[in-house]
């Protein structure tokens, strides 16, 4: 798997949780054509999210962390809770 | 993955599961998530007016303007936070008729609660200044009301 096809599989399940409102800024992966904000591929998996408040940080994060770590190839995932969105 | 569960013990009693860096990776919670967890606390206090001092509130319309600068649910919040642990200084303006001594405690106990449970962070200090205290028709709220035509 290249490292774009890695960075857009994870860009997809990160949005598909109900928690992640959007990706933050910060980083992004710089690919071909486009390029993936709050996704970074490299030696490490680096994400960063903006998160619906409610539900305690920490169970979000480490929900995220499993179902990044599937599509990261055993590289470890960095998560970064970047904002809140406005209730 | 599969030892995940054994590294991670669930004990409510140790929120340092923040900022962990283990082989899955860390974790980092930017300080304008604490600040609006904080806020929303302090604000869902019945008798909690608003946030922000004076210069703050003034100036709340012209932030929310300024990218970076922070938005209400920010403004009258100052955090620090660390890797563990966060401190918490809030600037509130009660309304009249609260016994602000009872109302900050309740602010300062449910900041601590909110922060705690939705963070994970655990909050050392609480420090509540309070600005100002808003009275009933200050802002116009009720200046009909207050006064009604005298005849018919």
Redesign the interface.
């Known amino acids: 798997m290249t490292v774009a096809e890695v960075a857009e599989r994870i860009e997809a399940v990160l949005l598909a949780h109900p928690s992640v409102v959007r990706l933050g800024a910060g980083y992004a992966s710089y690919l071909p054509g486009r390029r993936v904000v709050g996704v970074r591929v490299e030696e490490?998996?680096g994400v960063a999210v903006v998160?619906r408040?409610?539900?305690?940080?920490?169970e979000v994060?480490?929900e995220l962390?499993?179902a990044v770590?599937?599509h990261a190839g055993g590289r470890?995932?960095?998560?970064?809770?970047?904002?809140?969105e406005?209730? | 993955?599969a030892n995940?569960p054994s590294t991670?013990p669930e004990t409510s009693t140790s929120p340092a599961?923040?900022a962990d860096d283990?082989?899955?990776?860390?974790?980092?919670?930017?300080s304008?998530?604490v600040q609006?967890?904080a806020g929303?606390a302090a604000r869902e206090i019945s008798g909690v007016h608003a946030l922000g001092g004076g210069v703050s509130r003034a100036f709340g319309a012209l932030r929310e303007r300024i990218p970076g600068a922070g938005?209400s649910?920010t403004s009258g919040v100052t955090v620090e936070v660390g890797e563990k642990q966060a401190a918490i200084d809030l600037d509130i303006v009660v309304e009249y008729g609260a016994g602000i001594v009872d109302l900050a405690r309740a602010v300062r106990r449910n900041v601590i609660t909110s922060v705690e449970?939705?963070?994970?962070l655990e909050v050392i200090e609480v420090n509540i200044a309070v600005n100002d205290i808003h009275l009933p028709d200050e802002d116009g709220e009720g200046a009909e009301e207050s006064n009604p035509s005298r005849v018919e």
């Open positions: 490490r998996v998160l408040p409610g539900r305690p940080i920490p994060v480490d962390r499993a770590a599937e470890p995932v960095d998560v970064e809770v970047a904002d809140l406005e209730p | 993955m995940t991670k599961r923040l283990t082989a899955q990776g860390k974790t980092t919670i930017a304008s998530v609006k967890v929303i938005t649910a449970r939705i963070t994970g």
